[in-house]
């Protein structure tokens, strides 16, 4: 088991607590925040240890998870390197690019592993049909989310887009050729509403919808490829595939055929990939720990994190303009 520790217990670093105190893979020594007040009632209530010292943890761990606000992740990160500490961190991987490219360059060159918590790659429904996504040429993606005034102190994109320009790019292997982008301040000073088109130099285009004032949630991505259609709800974790096919020369009745101007027939076919329910904060942190002590492949690197957080830079910039 590896010894980690946790910095940030906010919301979701109590989510990740919780999960690295219950995994198998981890031990958890302790956490550390700011707030004294907070870090010392949830050793009360909970039993986890409380460190005031963030350095006196991380004397103590191999890992660290990072889960406090973007604007401390660059510093925490950092002081994880230079002790030679293996990181989680969470989206956004920073605050700036600048950032970003400087803990990928050094953890690289000190042999420290780091993995970005971009979960959406560890929901259930994406994982059942990422083998089905081949090439795809049109991609819509709807993150409508409830109001919730935590997290309103960034824009939209770094908040939420952000998740899908992660898929996105792991999808899409091709450059980015243009962006076009506009977004509304709604109900805070950063934009609430944002909608970003992004054409790739290999043909594929890419609509992508995200709100945080909508009245009800949803998190779907729609793949549309040669003979085929690829529908993943993020949300309701569930899934759905819709191919063609050449049509069978004798169809039984309960085939659904489609004839085109030309008279080609073909047939279509209705999959429903079959989802195996998961905790996906749970198996990224576990994929973490098996990329340290396996020497598995890191499957969000701080190169992909770093990538995500440049489009959702440049989109949040083309807003402002």
């Known amino acids: 088991m590896l010894r980690v520790g946790l910095v940030g217990a906010g919301h979701l670093g109590k989510i990740h607590l919780k999960l690295l105190h219950q995994s198998e893979k981890y031990e958890l020594v302790g ?33 660290i998870d990072i889960v406090t606000p973007t604007i401390y992740h660059y510093d925490y990160a950092q002081k994880a390197i230079d002790r030679g500490i293996h990181f989680f961190i969470e989206k956004p991987v920073t605050q700036t690019l600048e950032q970003a490219e400087s803990i990928m360059k050094s953890s690289s060159e000190k042999g420290i592993k780091a993995q970005v918590g971009h979960v959406e790659r560890y929901n259930p429904a994406f994982i059942a049909t990422k083998g089905y996504i081949h090439h795809p040429m049109f991609i819509e993606i709807h993150r409508l989310a409830e109001f919730n005034p935590r997290g309103t102190d960034v824009s939209v994109v770094l908040d939420l887009m952000i998740h899908d320009l992660d898929i996105l790019l792991s999808i899409v292997k091709s450059e ?16 609430d509403i944002a909608n970003a088109r992004i054409e790739f130099k290999n043909g594929c285009v890419a609509n992508l919808t995200t709100s945080r004032i909508s009245m009800k949630a949803m998190r779907k991505c729609r793949f549309f490829q040669q003979d085929a259609y690829i529908s993943v709800d993020f949300f309701e974790k569930k899934a759905e595939v819709i191919r063609m096919k050449e049509a069978p020369k004798e169809p039984s009745e309960f085939d ?8 080609e027939k073909n047939q279509i076919l209705f999959e429903y990939p079959k989802i195996e329910p998961n905790n996906a904060i749970l198996d990224e942190l576990n994929a973490f720990a098996d990329s340290i002590e396996k020497n598995t492949p890191i499957q969000v690197p701080l190169k992909d994190g770093t990538e ?5 830079l440049k989109i949040a910039e083309l807003i402002n303009k």
């Open 176 to 191: 980015i050729k243009e962006i076009h982008a506009s977004g509304v301040c709604v109900v805070s000073k950063t934009p």
């Open 256 to 263: 659904m055929i489609i004839e085109n101007a030309e008279g």
């Open 308 to 312: 995500a957080l440049k489009v959702a």
């Open 31 to 63: 956490f550390h925040d700011k707030d004294v007040e907070t870090g010392k009632r949830l050793e009360a209530e909970f039993g986890y240890k409380f460190f005031e010292d963030f350095d006196e943890l991380l004397s103590q761990v191999e890992v």
